[in-house]
């Protein structure tokens, strides 16, 4: 199985832009999707595929992908932001379905 | 709008098996559209994918659980349900179950979870 790794924290001022990345062999073949989770709560999805947004979801929020490495981007952080986000995508090391999810990453609003 | 609810014991025992089921409202189980999957998180911890189904019962594991994972379908309940064996206290986690899309393009694919349930957490201890 592939493996999507993620930067553990970042930090943001307020209304500033943060980058959020996710890199793995699979992106190369598969677009990543992204969820939000506060505590307590269940993850929601916030970008899917080359840069879709679910309904609700704030346009601040964009994805993006190159080569083997997806990016979130939240342009004007608000203090709401301040979640765990994860990125999904389809492991592309077999012929069968498997689905992978990187480790998570802190964002902290400042 | 479709929602998703997990349902089962919040304690079982060491060795013994876990059962969940999740029953999907609002829409039917049965569209070809879609899979279903179970996702766990224990606590402190990133998501971790256990598994999905296809409403005609094709599955799909991981392969590190996959010795100990049954996913299967009732389409007449509009749920799916999850079996783990021989749990162990690793296996303390919220389980969440959720409807997964999967697209297929010639450049290239996704693959989505949207909506959750609202998850269950499951405590192996004796």
């Known amino acids: 199985s592939s493996e999507l790794t993620q930067d553990p924290a970042v930090s943001v001022a307020l209304g500033q832009t943060v980058r959020i990345t996710c890199q793995g062999d699979?992106?190369?073949?598969?677009?990543a999707s992204w969820y939000q989770q506060k505590p307590g709560q269940a993850p929601v999805l916030v970008i899917y595929?080359?840069?879709n947004r679910p309904s609700g979801i704030p346009d601040r929020f964009s994805g993006s992908s190159s080569g083997n490495t997806a990016s979130l981007t939240i342009t004007g952080a608000q203090a709401e932001d301040e979640a765990d986000y994860y990125c999904?995508?389809?492991?592309?090391?077999?012929?069968?379905?498997?689905?992978?999810f990187g480790g998570g990453t802190k964002l902290t609003v400042l | 709008q479709l929602q998703l609810q997990e349902s089962g014991p919040g304690l079982v025992k060491p060795s013994e098996t876990l059962s969940l089921t999740c029953t999907v409202s609002g829409g039917s189980i049965s569209s070809s559209s879609y899979y279903w999957g179970w996702i766990r998180q224990p606590p402190g911890k990133g998501l971790e994918w256990i598994g999905s189904?296809?409403?005609?019962?094709?599955?799909y594991y991981n392969p590190s659980l996959k010795s100990r994972v049954t996913i299967s379908v009732d389409t007449s309940k509009n749920q799916f349900s999850l079996k783990l064996s021989s749990v162990t206290a690793a296996d303390t986690a919220v389980y969440y179950c959720?409807?997964?899309?999967?697209?297929?393009?010639?450049?290239?694919?996704?693959?989505?979870?949207?909506?959750w349930g609202q998850g269950t957490l499951v405590t192996v201890s004796s």
């Open positions: 699979s992106l190369r073949s598969y677009y």
């Open positions: 595929g080359k840069n």
């Open positions: 959720a409807r997964l899309n999967i697209v297929v393009v010639v450049a290239a694919s996704l693959l989505w979870f949207d909506p």
């Open positions: 999904n995508s389809r492991d592309s090391s077999g012929n069968h379905l498997e689905v992978v």
């Open positions: 189904i296809y409403y005609s019962g094709s599955t």
